[in-house]
């Protein structure tokens, strides 16, 4: 079993959707949380961090995490074609910054216009 | 804030020939440096971690003789691919961080191509 698990869709949503993005994990001790964004054929590009359980909302999206679950999300209101896009979760133990990241597969978006 | 780039974009070039891919922290000073390496639909698998002024730290299976990283300075971390072959052939990635408290950012990659 992987350590993070996430559904590598594809998953096609009409414009102004709302979009469920979500992770599993195993390790209990994983408190930190990441979602990345990436284009096709760019590197990844941070959306959202959080520590710990909780609720985080930055414009459109919005990052969850149920520590008590092993379960994170990501939801994107009023999504956009620009939208459309790979989305990683990544998460580490012990901090933000200097600790390798254990990433989800990605899921592959696609908005229809 | 917290912008990473990488040179070249892409590269082109023969079997045997070694190939070194720059990142830089444009806007901030790096005290760690990763090296990531992504096949088509997969996510990225974690080659090595380096910190300004040591040795890095490669992953295991990764060979540190055919993939040289050096980070001279805080802004700069740089990747060799020795005597490359096409099955060296991928997508290489670096990414930085600013401080421990502080997630990595990374670079927009480098498309290699080994023929």
């Known amino acids: 079993q992987k350590e993070v698990e996430q559904d590598p869709g594809p998953l096609s949503v009409p414009e102004g959707a709302i979009v469920s993005l979500n992770c599993t994990y195993s390790?209990?001790?994983?408190?930190?949380f990441m979602w990345y964004r990436q284009y096709s054929r760019k590197g990844p590009e941070l959306l959202m961090y959080?520590?710990?359980?909780g609720n985080k909302e930055d414009g459109r999206f919005t990052a969850q995490v149920d520590k008590s679950s092993k379960y994170i999300s990501l939801f994107i209101r009023d999504s956009q074609p620009s939208d459309s896009a790979t989305y990683l979760c990544?998460?580490?133990?012990?901090?933000?910054?200097?600790?390798?990241?254990?990433f989800g597969t990605g899921t592959r978006l696609t908005i229809i216009p | 804030g917290a912008v990473v780039s990488q040179h070249p974009s892409r590269v082109i070039c023969k079997s045997g020939t070694s190939v070194k891919i720059e990142c830089r922290s444009l806007d901030f000073q790096a005290t760690t440096m990763f090296w990531y390496r992504q096949f088509p639909k997969q996510s990225l698998m974690l080659m090595a971690t380096s910190n300004e002024g040591s040795k890095a730290t490669y992953e295991q299976g990764v060979e540190k003789d055919k993939f040289l990283i050096n980070h001279a300075s805080l802004t700069l971390s740089t990747l060799t691919v020795t005597s490359a072959h096409p099955e060296d052939s991928s997508f290489y990635i670096c990414s930085g961080v600013r401080t421990y408290d502080q997630p990595q950012h990374f670079g927009d990659g480098t498309r290699l191509s080994i023929l």
């Open positions: 390790n209990s001790a994983f408190q930190y």
């Open positions: 959080t520590y710990s359980s």
């Open positions: 990544a998460m580490t133990a012990t901090n933000f910054g200097n600790e390798k990241l254990t």
